[in-house]
């Protein structure tokens, strides 16, 4: 048996997306903008939209060949910290303001980033 295996990163982001704005518990709030629904991979990332809580940024949604990567704006500690439990790989990015960096390399991950963006939406909150 052939199990099928989400692995291109456009489709990728785009489940995500259907997660985060599907989701009426935690991120209830949280909303796709910017979105570019004709964007094409790039071995870089190419912006594919971002997430935002009212006019906050939470991340920004790249698409690569093979994976989508999330790059969490907002609370990065808490990010990575619920992304690594989560099993998914993590690495900060060394900007100002810093940022974690989520890679998502199957369509079967997505479910597990939504960990982080909800860390991300109770640090807002607890703040």
């Given at each position: 048996?052939?199990?099928?295996?989400?692995?291109?990163?456009?489709?990728?982001?785009?489940?995500?997306?259907?997660?985060?704005?599907?989701?009426?518990?935690?991120?209830?709030?949280?909303d796709?903008?910017?979105?570019?629904?004709?964007?094409?991979?790039?071995?870089?990332?190419?912006?594919?939209?971002?997430?935002?809580?009212?006019?906050?940024?939470?991340?920004?949604?790249f698409?690569q060949?093979?994976?989508?990567r999330?790059?969490?704006l907002?609370?990065?500690?808490?990010?990575a910290?619920?992304?690594?439990?989560?099993?998914?790989?993590?690495?900060?990015k060394?900007?100002?303001?810093?940022?974690?960096?989520?890679?998502?390399?199957?369509?079967?991950?997505?479910?597990?980033?939504?960990?982080?963006?909800e860390?991300?939406?109770?640090?807002?909150?607890?703040?």
């Amino acid at each position: 048996m052939v199990a099928d295996r989400t692995a291109d990163g456009v489709r990728i982001a785009q489940l995500l997306a259907s997660e985060v704005v599907g989701d009426g518990d935690r991120l209830a709030d949280a909303d796709v903008s910017d979105a570019d629904p004709d964007v094409e991979p790039t071995t870089e990332g190419a912006l594919a939209y971002r997430v935002r809580v009212g006019d906050d940024p939470l991340a920004a949604v790249f698409v690569q060949p093979e994976r989508a990567r999330v790059e969490f704006l907002a609370n990065p500690d808490a990010a990575a910290a619920a992304a690594a439990e989560a099993g998914l790989r993590v690495r900060p990015k060394a900007v100002r303001p810093p940022r974690t960096v989520v890679f998502v390399a199957d369509g079967a991950e997505v479910k597990r980033v939504l960990p982080a963006f909800e860390a991300v939406v109770e640090e807002d909150e607890a703040t």
